[in-house]
């Protein structure tokens, strides 16, 4: 799990805006990234769940001759 140090601004008295060191930023950015990635795969996967397939003996097969 990521250990985040933020450090809160306030306005008129109530929560603002945060502020993290920069490398919790860049972390967090890459664990963005990779969550965006995975969305993104899931959904092709629902797309693509009843394509037809070819099995993997057929495609070696086919590219040794």
């Known amino acids: 799990m990521v250990q985040l140090h ?4 306030e306005h008129d008295g109530k929560k603002a805006f ?14 963005m990234q990779c969550l965006e ?12 769940a009843n394509a037809p397939t070819i099995p993997l003996s057929q495609v070696r097969e086919e590219l040794e001759t």
Do not use: F, T
Not at 6 to 9: D, E, F, R, W
Not at 37 to 47: H, P, T
């Open 6 to 9: 933020p450090n809160y601004l």
């Open 37 to 48: 990635d995975l969305k993104a795969l899931r959904d092709v996967k629902s797309i693509e």
């Open 18 to 31: 945060v502020v993290l060191p920069y490398e919790e930023y860049l972390m967090l950015e890459e664990e």
